[in-house]
């Protein structure tokens, strides 16, 4: 079992930063990639970024890429995600997810995650 615990997120305006955390406990979390969804009023929980369980690669979905970066610091159990140049329609409540499968990639499909959190709101106003 593993509980994750997310912060960071709040209302910001756009070209903002924000730096969300997601503390892990339980199983080792340190094992498992871990990555990050968000889902939209009214639409599905999208991919957002992922990262390995030694955080050696990470992926992107396109919307975000060389504005958000997400990283780990297995000594805390702890991944996050900066992310800068926020813009309106970053706007979503954001999940933590950790993949089902050890010693792999970060999940990049919903139905490869095995717990997610509770999420965090973020909001990016115009």
């Known amino acids: 079992q593993v509980q994750l615990v997310e912060s960071g997120g709040g209302l910001v305006q756009a070209g903002a930063s924000l730096r969300l955390s997601c503390a892990a406990s339980?199983?080792?979390?340190?094992?498992?990639?871990m990555g990050w969804f968000r889902q939209a009023p009214g639409k599905e929980r999208d991919f957002v970024a992922a990262?390995?369980?030694?955080?050696?690669?990470?992926r992107y979905a396109d919307s975000v890429k060389g504005r958000f970066t997400i990283s780990r610091d297995n000594t805390k159990n702890t991944v996050y995600l900066q992310m800068n140049m926020l813009k309106p329609e970053d706007t979503a409540v954001y999940y933590c997810?950790?993949?089902?499968?050890?010693?792999?990639?970060?999940?990049?499909?919903?139905?490869?995650?095995?717990?997610w959190g509770q999420g965090t709101q973020v909001t990016v106003s115009s």
């Open positions: 990262i390995s369980w030694r955080g050696g690669s990470t």
């Open positions: 339980g199983r080792t979390a340190s094992n498992y990639g």
């Open positions: 997810a950790v993949q089902s499968l050890a010693f792999n990639q970060g999940p990049y499909y919903s139905r490869d995650v095995a717990y």
